[in-house]
């Protein structure tokens, strides 16, 4: 069974940057769709980046100019790349990847932690 791994995560003061990288257990087949979803306390999943296969990206106005999504390296399916740390990022992050092997399928990580101090 394919599993989604996050990693990356930490504490960072405002103004600072992480770099969030996911990657598979093992291979995942043909990816169509990678996102970067986040859960802040007390509030729903919200999605904050996405890239299709083709290269498109989209993103939630709030990390706009500030966030990047990118195609990971060998070892990663796909990076976020966070500038400009503000308060409000503070969430666990969530690796999401739309991808067909023998069927398409809907895969998960475990999340990983960014907590943004003042």
């Known amino acids: 069974q394919v599993q989604l791994v996050e990693s990356g995560g930490g504490v960072v003061q405002a103004g600072g940057s992480l770099r969030l990288s996911c990657a598979a257990s093992r291979s995942i087949g043909s990816i169509n769709v990678m996102n970067w979803y986040r859960q802040a306390p007390g509030k729903q999943r919200e999605l904050v980046a996405t890239l299709t296969s083709d290269g498109s990206t989209n993103y939630q106005d709030s990390v706009k100019g500030r966030f990047i999504i990118s195609r990971g390296n060998a070892e990663t399916i796909v990076d976020l790349q966070m500038n400009s740390l503000q308060m409000e990022d503070t969430a666990v992050y969530y690796c999401?990847?739309?991808?067909?092997?023998?069927?398409?399928?809907?895969?998960w990580g475990q999340g990983t932690q960014v907590t943004v101090s003042s």
């Open positions: 999401n990847v739309d991808a067909t092997r023998w069927y398409r399928k809907d895969y």
